[in-house]
């Protein structure tokens, strides 16, 4: 069974530096495209980055220069490093795991969400 895992959210500064853990069991990670969304009140869920099991990244513009994700594949566990945070990063932040590439399956229960972390940010 497969379960996402996040972690490191919580309140920050502007300016200051967060970093959050994903945590991905049940033997979907080292297949699986990793990214973080996240989503404020009223608004959609956005893509902020995403890395691919060959390490390539892909990030939004607003975040580029100021996070970085990455992953370790012994662990299982990907992470977002954000840096100089600003009031507008305020979102609940979700992980997640596409694995549907790999399995060779479109479909949508291949591809996997946690429960999100909450980031906070204060002006």
């Known amino acids: 069974q497969v379960h996402i895992v996040e972690s490191g959210g919580g309140l920050a500064q502007s300016g200051g530096s967060l970093r959050l853990s994903c945590s991905a069991s049940g033997g979907i990670f080292r297949g699986s495209v990793m990214g973080w969304y996240r989503q404020a009140p009223g608004y959609q869920r956005d893509l902020v980055a995403s890395?691919?099991?060959?390490?390539?990244?892909n990030y939004a513009e607003a975040v580029k220069g100021r996070f970085t994700i990455s992953r370790d594949n012994a662990k299982d566990t990907a992470y977002l490093q954000m840096n100089s945070l600003k009031p507008e990063d305020t979102a609940v932040y979700y992980c997640?795991?596409?694995?549907?590439?790999?399995?060779?399956?479109?479909?949508?229960?291949?591809?996997?969400w946690g429960q999100g972390t909450q980031v906070t940010v204060s002006s």
């Open positions: 890395i691919t099991t060959e390490g390539n990244t």
């Open positions: 997640n795991a596409d694995a549907r590439k790999w399995v060779g399956v479109p479909n949508p229960e291949y591809n996997y």
